[in-house]
């Protein structure tokens, strides 16, 4: 029985740890920053790499801000993960791999970026919750282009619950 019952809670922890990364998913392209105050463990690191970016922020407060400053009222996001490949390490540590789809529009600056990624995540479990404790990602694919059109763009989430773009040097 004790088999049993240590292969379902890996199974409870792999959908936990997916379910995390869903909720960064839509938290990030919906703006809901109260949420992802709850997905990051305090001393996070990212690591994102593009091919016309390289991103690196630490601890929460940090990531967070970024976020909130990159999907801005005049942006629109969609981000999509797929194929998880979740390993659990021990009852507190585990990794994911995860393919990433994305598109970005800036309304703000008239640009637009489209691709793919590979996501390497590190995630910890703090009072019995699942967190995201360094994510990094590396191009696939990346297209980037100027907005020299008007997208039709008939509504966004992210008009709603965004903040609105931050000025350079501000």
């Known amino acids: 029985m004790s088999d049993l019952a240590a292969r379902v809670e890996r199974l409870e922890n792999i959908e936990a740890i997916q379910r995390l990364k869903y909720r960064y998913f839509r938290s ?14 305090d001393d996070i690191s990212v690591d994102y790499e593009g091919g016309s970016y ?8 940090e990531l967070i801000e970024a976020l909130t400053n990159s999907f801005h009222s005049r942006a ?7 194929h ?3 390993e659990i390490q ?7 791999l995860w393919y990433l789809t994305d598109i970005f529009l800036n309304l703000e600056t008239q640009h637009a970026t489209i691709g793919s990624a590979l996501y390497r995540d590190t995630y910890r479990k703090e009072h019995g919750q699942w967190k995201i404790a360094r ?14 059109e008007d ?17 350079s040097g501000s």
């Not at 021990?90 to 994911?96: E, L, M, N, V």
């Not at 994510?135 to 020299?148: A, F, G, K, L, V």
């Not at 997208?151 to 609105?164: C, D, M, N, V, W």
């Open 28 to 41: 990030i392209d919906t703006a809901d920053i109260a949420q992802l105050h709850h997905l990051f463990a």
């Open 54 to 61: 390289r991103w690196i922020v630490n601890g929460k407060a």
């Open 76 to 82: 629109i996001a969609q981000h999509t993960g797929h």
């Open 84 to 86: 998880p490949e979740i």
């Open 90 to 96: 021990s009852p507190t540590d585990a990794t994911g």
């Open 135 to 148: 994510t990094t990602y590396t191009r696939i694919y990346e297209q980037s282009m100027p907005i020299t």
């Open 151 to 167: 997208p039709h763009i008939i509504f966004s989430r992210l008009a709603l619950t965004g903040r609105p773009p931050q000025k």
